[in-house]
Structures are given as C-alpha cells and as structure tokens.
C-alpha cells in the first residue's frame, strides 16, 4: 500500500512522528488485520498527487511530481509538474530508481506564461494489451491561482498519453 503525506505528521505509540512529504509504504498480507510497518524512503518525495501501478512488466512504478527534483534548465520547479516516474524495488526497502521524466507542461506549451501555474498530474496505467509498451494517461491544466489563461494556455489544456516502452514482451492483461 502505498500511501502521500501531505502536510499532517504521523504519530502513534508504534510509529515515530514523520516530517509529511514523501511517500509512505506499508506491505500486509490483509489490509483489515492491521500491523505492517510504514516505510519511508528518501526518494520519492511527492507532495501533490501521485498514483502507484504494477506495471505490465511487473515492475511496480510511482509516477508524479517531486519538487525536490531539479527541473530541465530555466524551467520553473514545482510539485505537479514536470511529472516523473520512479521504480519501486518492494524488496529492498521500497527503494526508488532515479527519476524518469513523463511529461513536461513547459516543454508541450512553450507560450506558458511564468504567472501561469502548470499542474500535471491524474496519471493512470492503462491495462495491457500485450506487446512491449503500455499506455499511460495524464492531465494537463493550470492551478486555480493562475491569471486567465491565453487562448495558447488553454489550447494546451486536455488528456495526453505517454507509453512505457519495455525490454520483453508482455502478457496482454485480458484475453478473450
């Protein structure tokens, strides 16, 4: 299970107080019989929406935005864009990769103003249909803080796709 912290410690007499940015991990055999100890890596530090998969290769992923990440140069950083995507080794104490960019809002929408608040996030992992890819769906639209967008702005505004690309073939996730 994996679960964002934003803003609100953890406390309890079984588990320490916890600064609340990142991503906790918790492994249970039943979700209802409790118990399991929440772990927190260092990486992914996800302070806005994330979504956690097992991907169609197996390999379980993380993707969302982390402020902490540097940005590609003269980009403004910020907690929902761009977005990454992390693999997880459940294994090995919930250990992430270094971060694989998805989607960059700057780079799609060039004519973003710098008071524009780009916010891409919504990513979900589409069922296999077997071969070497997967198809990921994102959303891309700006924070409510944002002035009025430019006709280019909301132009950019919308679902896009992204594909994972594997090494092997893999198994379609339904057959019929």
Not at 63 to 85: C, T, W
Not at 128 to 157: D, K, N, W, Y
Request: hydrophobic share 40%; charged share 20%; net charge positive.
């Amino acid at each position: 299970v994996a679960v964002r912290l934003s803003g609100a410690p953890i406390a309890g007499p079984e588990r320490p107080v916890r600064a609340a940015h990142g991503v906790g991990w918790l492994r249970t055999t039943d979700l209802f019989a409790g118990g399991g100890d929440l772990v927190f890596p260092e990486t992914p530090k996800c302070t806005a929406a994330r979504s956690a998969y097992v991907c169609a290769d197996g390999v379980v992923r993380v993707f969302g935005g982390d402020p902490y990440v540097p940005p590609p140069r003269g980009q403004a950083r910020g907690k929902r864009n761009p977005i990454y995507s992390w693999e997880i080794d459940i294994e090995q104490g919930f250990r992430a990769s270094p971060p694989q960019m998805i989607f960059n809002a700057k780079a799609a929408a060039p004519d973003i103003r710098r008071e524009s608040v780009p916010m891409v996030d919504m990513v979900k992992a589409l069922a296999s249909t077997g071969g070497r890819s997967q198809t990921l769906l994102h959303r891309f639209t700006f924070a409510h803080e944002s002035s009025s967008l430019t006709a280019p702005e909301f132009a950019a505004c919308g679902i896009y796709s992204a594909r994972l690309e594997f090494d092997a073939e893999v198994p379609a996730a339904w057959s019929f």
